[in-house]
């Protein structure tokens, strides 16, 4: 099977005329089953995003749908891969946004755009896409627009829901193994049944390995970027009248991985930075830290090959996540009550080389230095110095977090056969989280241990070649050489080899509590109109301490705020006929406050003002050609005030990410789709979305700029493009089905999808902030037995091969440089699954 895709070039020229070409008006909406030869069409999808279940094209929402059997047919099996089937959508780290608006800080004190819901239980870990390829998983959800009533909890952009498998009153399940290039081994079990009349049970277990995907070139030392993850789940259900069930969940994932370094594309900036009025030797201007790149022996491979590195620590990754989750449903006649409990534990501890270097290579010439302090015994008529004295770094970065959350949710749906129906809940939600994150540097003579002394052999040390004591009485370190001169400037050893450049220590708990309710009145039997409430409160408690080297000595912080909003909705549903569908809707938004911990700085940490939102959208559905067809339309209009936005800002020389509030922004989209059902057994999903973001009244100082170039004016941003929110997104996906008779049936699949660029930062820099546009090709190929007992499937992820830019930071006030993050490196692999029931 071949497909002929447009070119990544004229892609970038023309997306709207090749989306187009290629039937691009948008699979928004994908099927939950996989494809089935029907005469009466497509089949009919049902999804609960409503909290009822409703035909998805009888639904007044944008949602993409993804099913079990639909992920396994595109190759969905993380974050990335629901990015390109999903329009709108953006997910970088643990970042999620949806038609531009999204997490704007990663510290604690912030919260997400869009909610992330598993079984109705909310969680700001969206680390859950990438847990075990989906393997329990029932269907996927992603929501588009403000969900602030029926969901509420920072859902100001969407929600998504996840949704795992029931236990069933069969027995079934499956046995599955994936083996591919690079290591790459997926081994995965599921079983399910009856435990005597009145229980069920299902547990799904998984293994998922990979080498390392980031070369190390250091000698005798391990890869970086690894995959090492294990997970199980299950549930117990009781079904104990025909009105009244309960169920209780529970789910571990544990990584043991090494950890990427930060990918650097930059050239190393190895010349020794002089000294000046603002600036000691070694040091940029607004720097902490000597560069540790210079005279540094190596050129960077990363430049030539992103998935190179030469790094002298292998790092760890150690996390554990646990779910516990208990609900109970009992209907009274019309009604039905829900009752959902739900708790989630992480702990995760990072470890990684700060500075993407080999000890080893490192030249950092400390003589010079102290020949430009006038240091008498370092001069020398000729040479300007004595001796080469050179010192190599080997910084560490860590980061470790902990979170424990409960909540609790009560839900009332009523399901009257006349023209008025409710939903009312009441919700609670508490998160206590913790995180530390630190800079060590380490390397004799740095942060400790004497070179000058060492070199000499004891006949003179730092203190006595700046001028400070006799021979022998003041051994010291550069950075504490650094730190007396200006007078006993903060400096603090770590207590073994090295010293602290940076550290924080975070705290957080959050409570949140709502009640809200939900009318639809039936005007007409075709015209449904839907009004909601939902009234909010947010309390949140923080402190922090923080240490800068040179700039901050060890300080603590506390602050404390709540905010209370009501947000609101209006929406008309028009089923015109049987074939079409038209809504439309007024909504509000909100996210509650937040705090910027962890600012080296003595004032008290800046509050943000929540962020408000008031969305226009209007929706259309129709099928076409006795349901062979299914195209829908959302054309939407935000109205942002306050918007909170990312801004890195220079703090004691360390650059800190932070978030404040634009004063106000706009977007205005369109989303198209279709699916289409060319044969009995050709199947085509695709999707456009068009984005158009901006800020409309927005000015601040590029902190980053200020330090490095010099640039600290006050900037206009007004018109500027808001942060991970491309203007374009495009994907496309066939499946054609071949029946081979008592032989089984043969399935063949290739998706495209294409993100138009993007900004990171609302400077909207093209040297800094810009990640230009990227494609992706899939395919795949499955024998399955008759009955689907036997499946054996090959495929192909990336099959271009393109490790493409999807993140970038400004640079580092330390050294110049600045990272990125990647797209996995080309997947191939075959896949052994057996079904039993």
Partial sequence: MSITKCSKTSFKLAPLTCAFIAMGLSASINAEEAVEEKATGIEVIEVTSTKRITTLMETGQAVSAFSADDMLEKNITNAQDLV??????????NKVAIRGVGRANNALGSDPGVGIYADGVYST???????????????VEVLRGPQGTLYGRNSVGGAINIISKKPEQYFGGYLNAEFGNDGYQVLQGQVTGPLGETFSAIVTV????????????????????????????GTLKGDWTDNWSSSVSYMNHKRDEIPATAYLKDNYQTDFVNGSAVNFPGMFPGATAVNHLAGYGLTNPAVADISQTNVDTIGHIKSTSERFTFVNDISFGDLDLKYTYGQFDYEYDLLQDGDVTNAAYGGMDVSMMYAQLGAPYMLDPASGYTKGITLAS???????????????????????????????????????ESQYNDYVERGYGLMQGDAIQRAYGGATDTGEILGWAPAGYYPVSLYKAYSDMLGGAPYEATGEDGGYLFYTQNNLETTST????????????????????????????GSDEVFAYLGLAKTAHTVKDDWSKTTWRVQADWTIDNDSFLYAYVATGYRSGGFNLGSPTLDDPDV??????????????????????????????YDYTDLQVTSTIIEAGKPVTAFDNAAEASITGLELSIDMLITDNLMLNS???????????????????????????????????LNMAPESKFSLNLIQFVELGDMGMLSLSAGYSWIGEQYTRSFNRDDWDKVESYDNVDARISWSSPEDTYVISAFVKNAGDNRDLIHRSAPFPDTRGSSGEYTDPVTYAIQLRYNFD
């Fill in 84 to 93: 390109q089937y999903t329009p709108s959508l953006v997910i970088t780290g």
């Fill in 125 to 139: 870990e969206n680390g859950i896409f990438d847990y075990c390829n989906f393997c329990d998983v029932e269907r």
């Fill in 206 to 233: 998984s293994k998922k390995l990979r080498d390392g995907m980031q070369e190390n070139l250091a000698v005798g030392l391990e890869d970086l970027d690894t995959t090492d993850r294990t997970y199980y789940s």
């Fill in 394 to 432: 080997d910084m560490t970065t860590s980061t470790m977090q902990t979170g424990e959350s409960t909540s609790h949710e009560l839900q009332l749906v009523s399901n009257y056969s006349g023209n008025l129906n409710f939903i009312a809940g009441l919700y609670y939600f508490n998160n206590k």
């Fill in 514 to 541: 709502a009640i809200y309710g939900q009318l639809e009145y039936n005007l007409t039997d075709d015209l449904t109109i839907t009004t909601g409430l939902r009234y909010s409160t947010d309390e949140k408690e």
């Fill in 608 to 637: 943000v003002d929540p962020e408000e939102l008031t969305a226009y959208e209007i929706g259309y559905k129709r099928s076409l050609w006795e349901n062979r067809v299914n195209l829908t339309a959302a054309a939407y209009y």
């Fill in 687 to 721: 999707s456009y979305s068009f984005n158009k973001s901006e800020y409309d009244d927005y000015s601040a100082v590029d902190s980053t700029a200020c330090t490095i170039l010099g640039e600290c004016e006050v900037q206009d941003l007004t018109g500027n493009q």
